[in-house]
């Protein structure tokens, strides 16, 4: 069984920078995209970056374009988000997740694979 498991979410004030890692367990994980999506409270779950395994492509959206890197270290099955000049805008459950780039790029959450169980990001002065 495939299981990605998410931490360093947390508080923090505006401006401020945190670090969210994934790290998946499991044999059978062969998901050739790895990333992230992010929901806040009435919203829709959204892609925010997302890196090709083989060749270390990325995807980000735009709201967080110069702000957010996300990263992988295949050898050892993770994933991470480099999150800095935090707004309050960036406050979500933050879901590490496998799966096809399409889930991303065009937002068809179909093709996510495998999920995280979710890291909060709470951005406030």
């Known amino acids: 069984e495939v299981q990605l498991v998410e931490s360093g979410g947390g508080s923090v004030q505006p401006g401020g920078s945190l670090r969210l890692s994934c790290v998946v367990s499991g044999s059978t994980f062969s998901s050739a995209y790895m990333g992230w999506f992010r929901q806040a409270p009435g919203k829709e779950r959204e892609g925010v970056a997302t890196?090709?395994?083989?060749?270390?492509?990325?995807d980000l959206a735009d709201s967080v374009k110069g702000r957010f890197t996300i990263s992988l270290d295949n050898a050892k099955n993770a994933v991470y988000l480099q999150m800095n000049g935090l707004t309050p805008e960036d406050t979500a459950m933050y879901y590490c997740a496998a799966g096809s780039r399409a889930a991303w790029v065009v937002a068809d959450l179909s093709r996510v694979e495998h999920w995280g169980q979710g890291t909060q990001v709470t951005v406030s002065s």
């Open positions: 890196i090709d395994r083989a060749y270390g492509g990325t």
